[in-house]
C-alpha cells in the first residue's frame, strides 16, 4: 500500500468515527422526550394581611361643669328650710336650740343633696373613635405541578396553570410561562 492511500484510509476512518459520534448524538437528541406529562395540578394559596382603619362614632358622657363650687345655694337653702323647721318645735329657749340645729342639720343636707345633683349632671358628646383591623384574604400565588418525566415522578412549582403537559429543555422541564398569544 502506498503512502497515499494508507492517508486516505486513516482520514476516511476518521471521518467515520466523527459521523457515527454525530449520529448517537443527534439520535439520543432525537429520543430524549420534548414534553413531561401532567398528572396533577394543585392551587398555592398565600394569606395576604390588609390593614384598614375603622371608625365609629361613640357617645360620651363628661361630668357637667360644676356652677357652685362649694355648694353655697344648697347649704343656704337647706340651712334656711332646717331653721323653719326647727322654730316650728319646741318653745322658749329650746325653740331657738331647736331652730339652731334645724339650721345646721338643714344645711348639711341641702350641701349634700346638691352634690349629689351635681354628680348626676352629665353633658353627652360624640366623639369618633378609630382603630385598625386587619383584613385576611387568599390570593393565588402559583401552581404545584405533579409531572411524569421517562417513567420518574416529580414536582415543580409554575406561575401559570399548565396544561396536560409541560416542555422539557435539555432533559429538565421548563417552568417558564408560556408567551401570550398575540391579539
Given at each position: 500500500?502506498?503512502?497515499?492511500?494508507?492517508?486516505?484510509?486513516a482520514?476516511?476512518?476518521l471521518?467515520?468515527?466523527?459521523?457515527?459520534?454525530?449520529?448517537?448524538?443527534?439520535?439520543?437528541?432525537?429520543?430524549?422526550?420534548?414534553?413531561?406529562?401532567?398528572?396533577?395540578?394543585?392551587?398555592?394559596?398565600?394569606?395576604?394581611?390588609?390593614?384598614?382603619?375603622?371608625?365609629?362614632?361613640?357617645a360620651?358622657?363628661?361630668?357637667?361643669?360644676?356652677?357652685?363650687?362649694?355648694?353655697?345655694?344648697?347649704?343656704?337653702?337647706?340651712?334656711?328650710?332646717?331653721?323653719?323647721?326647727?322654730?316650728?318645735?319646741?318653745?322658749?329657749?329650746?325653740k331657738?336650740?331647736?331652730?339652731?340645729?334645724?339650721?345646721?342639720?338643714?344645711?348639711?343636707?341641702?350641701?349634700?343633696?346638691?352634690?349629689?345633683?351635681?354628680?348626676?349632671?352629665?353633658?353627652?358628646?360624640?366623639?369618633?373613635?378609630?382603630?385598625?383591623?386587619?383584613?385576611?384574604?387568599?390570593?393565588?400565588?402559583?401552581?404545584?405541578?405533579?409531572?411524569?418525566?421517562?417513567?420518574?415522578?416529580?414536582?415543580?412549582?409554575?406561575?401559570?396553570?399548565?396544561?396536560?403537559?409541560?416542555?422539557v429543555?435539555?432533559?429538565?422541564?421548563?417552568?417558564?410561562?408560556?408567551?401570550?398569544?398575540?391579539?
Amino acid at each position: 500500500m502506498d503512502k497515499s492511500m494508507m492517508k486516505g484510509v486513516a482520514v476516511g476512518g476518521l471521518a467515520m468515527v466523527v459521523i457515527s459520534a454525530a449520529s448517537v448524538t443527534g439520535y439520543n437528541t432525537l429520543m430524549k422526550p420534548q414534553v413531561a406529562d401532567v398528572v396533577a395540578v394543585k392551587e398555592v394559596m398565600e394569606t395576604v394581611v390588609t390593614p384598614r382603619e375603622q371608625c365609629e362614632n361613640v357617645a360620651v358622657q363628661h361630668q357637667a361643669p360644676v356652677k357652685d363650687q362649694n355648694r353655697i345655694a344648697g347649704t343656704v337653702i337647706g340651712g334656711v328650710a332646717g331653721g323653719l323647721l326647727g322654730s316650728a318645735v319646741g318653745g322658749g329657749s329650746g325653740k331657738t336650740l331647736a331652730t339652731v340645729a334645724g339650721a345646721a342639720a338643714g344645711g348639711y343636707a341641702g350641701n349634700q343633696v346638691q352634690k349629689n345633683m351635681q354628680r348626676k349632671d352629665v353633658t353627652t358628646t360624640t366623639e369618633r373613635r378609630c382603630k385598625t383591623v386587619n383584613e385576611k384574604s387568599q390570593k393565588l400565588s402559583g401552581y404545584s405541578v405533579t409531572y411524569r418525566l421517562d417513567g420518574q415522578q416529580g414536582t415543580v412549582r409554575t406561575s401559570f396553570k399548565p396544561g396536560a403537559t409541560l416542555p422539557v429543555k435539555d432533559g429538565k422541564v421548563d417552568t417558564t410561562p408560556p408567551a401570550e398569544p398575540k391579539s
